[in-house]
């Protein structure tokens, strides 16, 4: 599986953006899509995931209420929608993909995108 991340910009406090990832190869409604991000100096931390099969979802707290994680597994894509964004949400957010599973862990994910570059400015 391959993954490519799209979707970032510059955008100012209080505004939306939304990341798209797209997916190739086989078998992409058979895994867990997530969203990370990782700021510089920092660790990449989980924002948000969507389990293959049951649209269920999963948010950190820093984003929960400003964010929403979706799929279309007819188009292999995975978006994620934010909303009343914050400089805090600045970073490089990565798209991955775990087979089989909805999950908060960094190394649960088999497949990783390249990353797309969200700032925000206040």
């Known amino acids: 599986v391959q993954l490519q991340a799209s979707g970032g910009g510059l955008v100012q406090a209080g505004g939306s953006l939304r990341l798209s990832c797209a997916a190739s190869?086989?078998?992409?409604?058979?895994?867990?899509m997530g969203w990370f991000r990782q700021a510089p100096g920092k660790e990449r931390e989980f924002v948000s995931a969507i389990h293959w099969n049951s649209g269920t979802t999963s948010y950190a707290d820093s984003v929960k209420g400003r964010s929403t994680i979706s799929r279309d597994n007819a188009k292999n894509t995975v978006y994620l929608q934010m909303y009343s964004l914050k400089p805090e949400d600045t970073a490089v957010y990565y798209c991955?993909?775990?087979?089989?599973?909805?999950?908060?862990?960094?190394?649960?994910?088999?497949?990783w995108g390249q990353g797309t570059l969200v700032t925000v400015s206040s």
């Open positions: 190869g086989r078998s992409f409604s058979s895994y867990g």
């Open positions: 991955a993909a775990a087979w089989l599973v909805l999950t908060s862990k960094v190394d649960k994910y088999d497949y």
